[in-house]
């Protein structure tokens, strides 16, 4: 089994900051990539960030020089600054990765998703 547990949302004030954590956990042999997507109420699940390993980190449009995604080995963080009442979202934590013992299947995993509210 492989585990992605997010925290760091929370409710802030429009030009606010917050950090959200996902740590990934259980049978993992090696991790391709990790990232950030959002899901606001009536909208479609969008990316926000993503870090591939090895490589360099890319983010929507509408976060960038605002947001950053970092790594160290198997969680992900993601540093929101300045944040804007349009950024009010459940932000989901995913991985793409290979399981231990999988015959190198690569599939992807999710958080259970934290609140961010972001205040005017």
């Known amino acids: 089994q492989v585990q992605l547990v997010e925290s760091g949302g929370g409710l802030v004030q429009a030009g606010g900051s917050l950090r959200l954590s996902c740590a990934a956990s259980?049978?993992?042999?090696?991790?391709?990539?990790m990232g950030w997507y959002r899901q606001a109420p009536g909208k479609q699940r969008e990316l926000v960030a993503r870090?591939?390993?090895?490589?360099s980190p890319n983010y929507a449009d509408s976060v960038k020089d605002r947001f950053t995604i970092s790594r160290d080995k198997n969680t992900v963080y993601l540093q929101m600054n300045s944040l804007k009442p349009e950024d009010t979202a459940v932000y989901y934590c995913a991985a793409r990765l290979i399981k231990k013992n999988s015959g190198w299947s690569v599939d992807d995993y999710w958080g259970q998703g934290t609140q961010v509210t972001v205040s005017s």
């Open positions: 870090i591939p390993s090895g490589g």
């Open positions: 259980g049978s993992i042999f090696s991790i391709n990539a």
